[in-house]
């Protein structure tokens, strides 16, 4: 069927479907099918009157709670750098928008995963995160490490007991750990346009060493 009919007419989403139900993990066919999904999505978006980074956002959205117990089919690994490449180069006006860690976040990717992965893409300094690019990627990870202050480590003050022990929902990042990583964004808001950013991001390490 895969062969015959899901990949040669573009049917992606069948495409998953056969690649979950068949248990493969081929990531090189994976990734190459979600690439073809984004492309689908952007050309369908664009025949509407809309931005298509809520159409992709949307389908990357719903697939995203459909494969969540099966990360091998929607690896965050390969799928974060792809809607942050395709954001950067197809979706300019929306630079400033942090919907591409919103698209995850409601997906089920943990704030966790998210920022591991944003933090090690802006230490790569790989084309085309450079530059003001580059920033982008601080943006979204400030975005996520916020997220995670309000949900995880001030969610903690609210943990419920379970069975006589507190359950712990800092999902085992420790505070420590975001404010370095974010302390290392640093050196490079220096620009006249990086004001707010910087700000944000000294307010966030502030409210995070007093709690």
């Given at each position: 069927m895969f062969n015959l009919y899901a990949d040669p007419y573009g049917y992606m989403e069948i495409c998953l479907?056969?690649?979950?139900?068949?248990?493969?993990?081929?990531s090189h066919e994976i990734r190459k099918c979600w690439t073809s999904l984004l492309k689908q999505t952007h050309d369908e978006a664009l025949t509407h009157d809309d931005k298509p980074y809520n159409y992709v956002a949307d389908t990357f959205r719903s697939l995203g709670r459909r494969f969540a117990l099966s990360e091998y089919i929607f690896p965050p690994d390969d799928l974060v750098p792809m809607l942050e490449?395709?954001?950067?180069?197809?979706?300019?006006?929306?630079?400033?928008?942090?919907?591409?860690?919103?698209?995850?976040?409601d997906a089920g990717i943990s704030p966790e995963i998210l920022l591991r992965i944003l933090d090690s893409m802006f230490f790569r300094d790989e084309v085309p995160f450079r530059g003001a690019a580059r920033k982008k990627l601080v943006k979204d990870a400030l975005f996520v490490a916020?997220?995670?202050?309000?949900?995880?480590?001030?969610g903690r003050g609210k943990s419920t007991v379970m069975g006589g022990s507190v359950a712990n929902r800092d999902g085992g990042f420790k505070k420590e750990m975001v404010v370095e990583m974010l302390e290392g964004y640093k050196p490079i808001l220096t620009g006249a346009g990086d004001g707010?950013?910087?700000?944000?991001?000294?307010r966030l390490v502030a409210e995070m060493r007093r709690f």
């Amino acid at each position: 069927m895969f062969n015959l009919y899901a990949d040669p007419y573009g049917y992606m989403e069948i495409c998953l479907l056969i690649f979950q139900g068949a248990d493969y993990r081929g990531s090189h066919e994976i990734r190459k099918c979600w690439t073809s999904l984004l492309k689908q999505t952007h050309d369908e978006a664009l025949t509407h009157d809309d931005k298509p980074y809520n159409y992709v956002a949307d389908t990357f959205r719903s697939l995203g709670r459909r494969f969540a117990l099966s990360e091998y089919i929607f690896p965050p690994d390969d799928l974060v750098p792809m809607l942050e490449k395709y954001s950067i180069e197809k979706q300019p006006d929306a630079v400033d928008l942090p919907w591409v860690p919103q698209t995850f976040l409601d997906a089920g990717i943990s704030p966790e995963i998210l920022l591991r992965i944003l933090d090690s893409m802006f230490f790569r300094d790989e084309v085309p995160f450079r530059g003001a690019a580059r920033k982008k990627l601080v943006k979204d990870a400030l975005f996520v490490a916020d997220h995670w202050y309000r949900t995880a480590l001030k969610g903690r003050g609210k943990s419920t007991v379970m069975g006589g022990s507190v359950a712990n929902r800092d999902g085992g990042f420790k505070k420590e750990m975001v404010v370095e990583m974010l302390e290392g964004y640093k050196p490079i808001l220096t620009g006249a346009g990086d004001g707010a950013t910087r700000e944000t991001l000294e307010r966030l390490v502030a409210e995070m060493r007093r709690f």
